[in-house]
């Protein structure tokens, strides 16, 4: 995916409108939008906004690591892992990552000074037991994965915590957090079914039409996301927030949830201060062939900020 580098004023105008999120009960023009001609506009206006490398000069706060690991991606994990090592200016003074127990002991090796724990160990029994009675089998690692990162934040995590898919690798320098304030990335990646979770969950809150939160990663602020969890607990009768996601999520859906969705637009909204918006630059990549020498090429390129390994690429 190549970035946009340069469009007229009024494009990147139209596009931030397309972006930005539309309060409930108004009217929503934003809708009539073709889906081609909104994802051209957005894309301009994202072209515009600075990314978490153009901070690499401010100050850089600490952050902890959490690295979600699904059997797929072991062998690419630890690439991730020396990308953030190497190109993240805010230093990591903890990082945790979480594998299958099955998996432990293939991935302590080459996670040397990580605390390594089992996803059974992370996620508390009766939560893995709702997530098994509502979740399709194919389906539970993902919704598992979603889960693992808002229960590490909410009860581990002593600070802002990066949450970063281990399939996804750093190629430049970046800043994503300074002081309190987190870098917040916006997206394409639009799908609809995190959208009406979200919209059960918080009928309230502004929602775009045509941009996302979802940028494989996200810094998740603990003290933050225990107000949200409060608000999603208020709003379904004092039930266990896990217990009304999974209420609400569409089962019949393969991908019916998203971690940094949900926080991402009630942080956007309810917390603006404390987030700075900046576009997600990624390119999805195969898996096949050289792939350290050709990651090294892309090192340093000024319109791409991570590349994505992704299994089904080369499914």
Not at 59 to 76: K, M, N, S
Not at 87 to 105: D, G, I, Q
Not at 270 to 285: G, I
Request: proline share 8%.
């Amino acid at each position: 995916m190549e970035w946009v580098i340069s469009a007229p004023p009024a494009a990147r105008l139209l596009g931030g409108w397309l972006a930005r999120p539309v309060p409930v009960n108004h009217p929503a023009p934003q809708r009539l939008a073709p889906r081609r001609v909104a994802d051209i506009l957005v894309r301009s206006y994202l072209a515009g906004l600075p990314t978490a490398g153009d901070f690499v000069s401010a100050e850089a706060a600490d952050l902890e690591l959490f690295l979600r690991i699904g059997p797929r991606d072991i062998e690419v994990a630890p690439l991730a892992l020396k990308s953030l090592r190497r190109y993240l200016v805010n230093p990591l003074v903890r990082t945790v990552v979480a594998v299958p127990a099955s998996h432990v002991a293939d991935v302590r090796q080459a996670f040397a000074g990580a605390e390594i724990v089992a996803d059974e160990d992370l996620l508390p029994a009766e939560l893995a037991r709702a997530i098994a009675r509502v979740v399709p089998p194919g389906r539970m690692g993902w919704v598992r994965q979603q889960f693992l990162s808002l229960v590490h934040v909410l009860h581990n995590a002593g600070r802002p915590c990066l949450v970063w898919d281990a399939d996804t690798v750093m190629v430049r320098p970046q800043n994503l957090l300074s002081g309190d304030q987190a870098s917040l990335a916006i997206s394409l990646e639009h799908h609809h079914p995190y959208f009406r979770l979200i919209r059960r969950l918080l009928p309230d809150l502004p929602l775009p039409l045509w941009s996302s939160m979802v940028a494989h990663h996200m810094v998740l602020s603990p003290d933050l996301l225990r107000v949200l969890i409060t608000e999603i607990e208020a709003g379904a009768g004092g039930k266990a927030w896990w217990q009304a996601i999974l209420d609400h999520v569409d089962s019949q859906e393969p991908s019916c949830m998203a971690d940094t969705e949900l926080y991402g637009q009630w942080v956007r909204h309810r917390w603006p201060d404390r987030v700075r918006l900046v576009a997600f630059r990624n390119v999805p990549w195969s898996r096949r062939g050289g792939l350290p020498s050709r990651l090294e090429a892309l090192a340093g390129r000024r319109r791409i900020d991570s590349v994505s390994l992704h299994w089904w690429i080369d499914a």
